[in-house]
């Protein structure tokens, strides 16, 4: 599983969908968005939604995914408040303020729920090797919300394992009804989502940046974010790197060697690998586009 994210505006979306191109030569690849903005559409050129559709184009390996999260959380809200109601209709009718407040209890869940349990159910699948997909490559949103997104798995399941205690003085239905076993579920599923993520044979975080102070600033900040989840970094990614042979281009092509220079000292002994990809105006756009641009990546250390 390779998750690409940065900050806004440095490429991530057209580097997650080189890279997913160039592995879906060999390889079954799901490229799933969770960025809201949904870029992977403008990348290839092609509308997606919810469902993994081809890419025109592309090897027939490379599917697309862009999660609607507001909808698998309506889903899993429906199957919560059902199952919230079969639960309490085997209770004494005293409990009705009971399960009024526990209904409701699924507002309190923590930001982020809706990606987490769409992402949660994919990685699940792919784990499990239904879809038949050997990869998938993650475009998540700008940086605060994808550690966001990363924070959320254990933060939720502790949500979870508090709901299934107050569950437990309903003693009648623990262990038997449709609320317990989806609660459940879903704890191991996010535990099952933890684990993935915190194994570096598993999960590898590249991080998408540009040959500039505040990026390169940045993805120091992004890195140690990520140490303290226990989430690898696989790589970091130097987008947009050249912008011609006139004597402006020439001068910031200087600075943008500086910048990467940097970069490389403060990452000298963390072993990631540094690619370095050109760049183009405007930027590439379709699979053939995209490909030729992914061959012209460089790994510089």
Avoid at 252 to 277: F, K, M, P
Avoid at 278 to 291: C, F, K, V
Wanted: aromatic share 6%; with cysteine.
């Amino acid at each position: 599983w390779l998750l690409f994210g940065g900050k806004g505006g440095v490429g991530k979306s057209t580097c997650a969908a080189a890279a997913a191109l160039d592995l879906a030569a060999t390889r079954r690849v799901l490229l799933l968005s969770t960025d809201p903005a949904h870029s992977l559409g403008d990348v290839f050129g092609a509308r997606f939604d919810n469902q993994p559709r081809r890419v025109p184009g592309a090897p027939a390996g490379l599917f697309v995914r862009e999660i609607a999260a507001a909808a698998e959380m309506d889903r899993f809200r429906r199957k919560y408040v059902d199952a919230v109601d079969e639960a309490f209709a085997r209770i004494a009718r005293t409990a009705g303020g009971d399960q009024a407040a526990f209904r409701d209890l699924i507002d309190l869940a923590p930001p982020g729920i809706d990606e987490v349990i769409a992402i949660a159910d994919v990685a699940e699948a792919i784990t499990e090797g239904k879809g038949g997909y050997d990869v998938l490559v993650t475009d998540t949103a700008p940086t605060g919300h994808a550690l966001r997104l990363l924070q959320t798995p254990a933060v939720l399941r502790e949500w979870t394992q508090a709901l299934m205690a107050i569950l437990l003085k309903y003693r009648e239905i623990v262990g038997a009804g449709t609320l317990a076993a989806l609660l459940v579920q879903l704890s191991k599923r996010l535990r099952g989502l933890q684990d993935i993520l915190r194994d570096p044979t598993q999960a590898r975080f590249i991080i998408v940046t540009r040959a500039a102070a505040l990026p390169v600033a940045e993805t120091a900040d992004l890195i140690a974010s990520l140490h303290a989840l226990g989430i690898a970094v696989g790589a970091v990614v130097v987008n947009a790197v050249g912008t011609g042979d006139c004597p402006r281009c020439v001068r910031a092509a200087a600075a943008q060697a500086g910048h990467i220079a940097r970069l490389r000292a403060s990452l000298r002994n963390e072993g990631y690998a540094i690619i370095q990809t050109p760049a183009e105006m405007p930027p590439p756009h379709g699979a053939a586009a995209l490909a030729d641009w992914g061959r012209a990546w460089q790994r510089i250390a």
